[in-house]
């Protein structure tokens, strides 16, 4: 059950992150989503080999450490 939520999640994410024109893309080619009100935290959704990969970002778009920043 856990998995299929995990999964649909992503996939709307993904839906979301890809389906839209004028999205500004990240340092890896992929969709920027937003995870901070004050722009300091986002996610960049790239996709490689059928498989979405998620990357916490900085302000300056730049790689977070696991953990580090996430909003809660």
Do not use: C, Q, W, Y
């Amino acid at each position: 059950m856990k998995t299929k939520l995990m999964t649909l999640a992503l996939a709307l994410v993904a839906g979301a992150a890809f389906g839209h024109g004028g999205v500004p893309l990240g340092p890896k080619g992929g969709r920027l989503l937003e995870l901070s009100k004050n722009e300091s935290v986002h996610a960049e959704v790239t996709e490689k080999d059928g498989k979405f990969h998620l990357a916490h970002l900085d302000k300056d778009l730049k790689p977070m450490k696991a953990g580090e920043g996430i909003p809660t």
